[in-house]
T-cell receptor, first 113, second 110 residues
């Protein structure tokens, strides 16, 4: 499982509330990613990080923010959740120097009612 | 930016037959092309990948081919088995970011 965990694994929240998802890795990899997965859209990149305090936007970043204050944790925050953010969220890490292989965490199923 | 198209969206084959899934990409600078398998309720798992300096790669019953000129790559599964039933995703990478295709649901019929 490449030493990646995500928490919580399931969450139901109401529209307008803030939500934070956590991705934790045990192997000190530099690159970490957040994706969302929706039927018919595959996996879409939300944000990624290339080091502590170094982050950048992906293709679907509106409504999301991220933070990385230490190597092992990458947080995804929905400042004010909307029903369109109901999805399965996957964290991933890139393994090694000059290697593009990404390995995924177990996922978080988020439902916004 | 990069755009990846994947076909077909669903594929049903008889056990023992071969399955082929195709992807096209738009950015000629993409240089890494992984394939992931995702079973129901599970995380995507990397099953094979190919880099732009290689035309073909094989690992037991699965193989991937890359045509850089035409900007397309394909996944080939031979001697399919029931456990091959899953959703398969292709992706293309440039500058440490992956762009995924929409996925193919593969069903192996006994």
């Amino acid at each position: 499982d490449a030493g990646i965990t995500q928490s919580p694994r399931h969450k139901v929240t109401e529209t307008g509330t803030p939500v934070t998802l956590r991705c934790h890795q045990t192997e000190n990899h530099r690159y970490m990613y957040w994706y969302r997965q929706d039927p018919g859209h595959g996996l879409r990149l939300i944000h990624y990080s290339y080091g502590v305090k170094d982050t950048d936007k992906g293709e679907v970043s509106d409504g999301y923010s991220v933070s990385r204050s230490k190597t092992e944790d990458f947080l995804l925050t929905l400042e004010s959740a909307t029903s369109s953010q109901t999805s399965v969220y996957f964290c991933a890490i890139r393994v090694g120097q000059g290697v593009d292989e990404q390995y995924f965490g177990p996922g978080t199923r988020l439902t916004v009612t | 930016g990069e755009n990846v198209e994947q076909h077909p969206s669903t594929l049903s084959v008889q056990e023992g037959d071969s399955a082929v899934i195709k992807c096209t990409y738009s950015d000629s600078a993409s240089n890494y092309f992984p394939w992931y398998k995702q079973e129901l309720g599970k995380r995507p798992q990397l099953i094979i990948d190919i880099r732009s300096n290689v035309g073909e790669k094989k690992d037991q019953r699965i193989a991937v081919t890359l045509n850089k000129t035409a900007k397309h790559f394909s996944l080939h599964i031979t001697e399919t088995q029931p456990e091959d039933s899953a959703v398969y995703f292709c992706a293309a990478s440039k500058h440490q970011k992956l762009v995924f295709g929409q996925g193919t649901r593969l069903t192996i019929n006994p």
